[in-house]
C-alpha cells in the first residue's frame, strides 16, 4: 500500500492510523495529526482500490452499497500491511487508534468487526456500518473507546442506521461516544475539536 509514515519522538508511543475518503489520499488528513494526537506516531494509507481514478479503501456498487466481499479481502490486505510494517517501524499494532473519514472511517469499521482485539481505539468521522451480515460474534474484550461522529443533515448517510451501527459496536464491547454535528456529510472544526478532545481523554 502507498503510505507515509511519521515516527514520533517516543518509540513506545501509540500510533495514529489515518484513513482518507474517497478520492483523497495518504496527504489529506496529515495535516490533522499534529492537532489530533501531538505525540503519536502517524501513519497514514492511500486505498488501494480506484474508483474512476478515485482512490478508495473497497468497492462499492453504489452510494451506499458495499461490495462486502471486498470489504472483507481489503481488510485482511490492510491488517496484514499494517503488522508488517509495524514489525518493521517498531511500532506496536495494538497500539493503534484509528481515524478515518468517510470510507476511511469504514474500513476502520470493518476492523472493528474483523480484527475486534486490534486497534486501540477510533475515531469514525460520518460512519457507515461497513458488514451487515457478519456470522460470528465480533465481541472485543479490550472494550476499547471508539468516537462517532455524523453530521445531522448528511444526505449519504442514513441517521437510523448510524444509530443502530453504534449499538452494535456497543454491544459488541466497544465504548462508544456519539456525536451529532449540525452539518453536512463535510468534516468541520466541531469534528476535529471534538475527536481531539477525546483522545486527549483517552490515551
Ligand atoms: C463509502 O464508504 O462509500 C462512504 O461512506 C461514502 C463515500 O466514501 O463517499
New binding site residues.
Partial sequence: MQYIYQPAANNDAYTLLLLH???GDEKDLLPLAPVLAKDFHVLSLRGNVSEHGMP???R?LG??I?DEEDVHFRTHEMVHFIRQLAAEKGFDSNKTVAAG???????AGAVLMLYPELLAGAVLF???Q?LQGIEDPFDTSRQQPVFMSSGTQDG??NAADTEAYATLLSASGFRVSAHHINTG?NLTQQDIDLAASWIKENF
Avoid: K, L
Fill in positions: 475518503g474517497t478520492g478508495r479503501f473497497f462499492r452510494m451506499g458495499f473519514y468517510s470510507n476511511g472511517a469504514n474500513i460520518r460512519p457507515m461497513p449519504t448517510v456529510h
